[in-house]
């Protein structure tokens, strides 16, 4: 079973701070997914990091997927209030068609 | 191009009930997932199907199943409901090309079993 441990599970900000929500398995990866949900909704694909060591900006945002595909990191630069919500990180492999998710970070910026 | 849709995006059912929820892929897409979500136990991957076969299954039981047909729409079933069962039920469909298994999501049906 691969599982996928997300830190912190809560995180509660002001308008203009930076944060940071982490991902980690013991186990590699073929890709790993980030996804936002409002209540309610269903997630929605941020991004997708498929090798070691890689990066993706998404205008505020920064992705990072480890070295050995086994963790992954979100930053938020400049928060707003729209960029509240439930983060998800969820690891995927070729081989059993699956996505496992992390339970989740729960985002809250104050305007 | 459209989205994922899910259908109906509620319900509510009473204990012993069964329900069929429906589900149509992005168009191209072959593989359907379906993921249960609730707030103690997240998402939780309930099955995959891929050109109308069941490729990968989930820790649920035999109450929970679900079929592909051959334009990639997809339904899962779930009979003798129990209060347990309230959930936000997530289908979500994926391209499956190389090892890219990013998936999107559609709304949701959201289940409420009373």
């Known amino acids: 079973t691969q599982l996928l441990e997300q830190s912190p599970q809560f995180l509660s900000i002001q308008e203009g701070e930076n944060l940071t929500v982490y991902c980690n398995s013991s186990s590699v990866f073929s890709s790993l997914q980030w996804y936002r949900q409002e209540p309610g909704e269903g997630p929605v694909l941020l991004v997708t990091?498929?090798?070691?060591?890689e990066v993706k900006k998404l205008k505020r945002l920064t992705f990072q997927f480890g070295d050995a595909r086994k963790d992954s990191s979100l930053h938020i630069t400049a928060a707003q209030p729209g960029d509240t919500g439930l983060y998800l990180c969820a690891g995927g492999s070729s081989n059993d068609y699956k996505l496992s998710f992390g339970a989740g970070t729960t985002v809250t910026v104050r305007a | 191009k459209a989205g994922v849709t899910q259908t109906p995006r509620y319900l509510i059912k009473t204990r012993g009930q069964q329900v069929t929820l429906s589900c149509s892929p992005i168009s191209g897409h072959r593989s359907v997932s379906w993921y249960q979500q609730t707030p103690g136990q997240g998402l939780q991957f309930l099955f995959e199907?891929?050109?109308?076969?069941?490729?990968n299954k989930g820790n649920f039981p035999g109450r929970f199943s679900g079929r592909q047909f051959s334009n990639s729409r997809s339904e899962m079933n779930v009979s003798t409901l129990e209060l347990g069962d309230s959930a936000l039920y997530l289908c979500a469909s994926s391209p499956r090309e190389g090892r890219n298994t990013e998936a999107f999501f559609g709304q949701g049906t959201r289940l409420t079993v009373v």
């Open positions: 199907y891929f050109s109308e076969t069941q490729r």
């Open positions: 990091v498929v090798t070691g060591g």
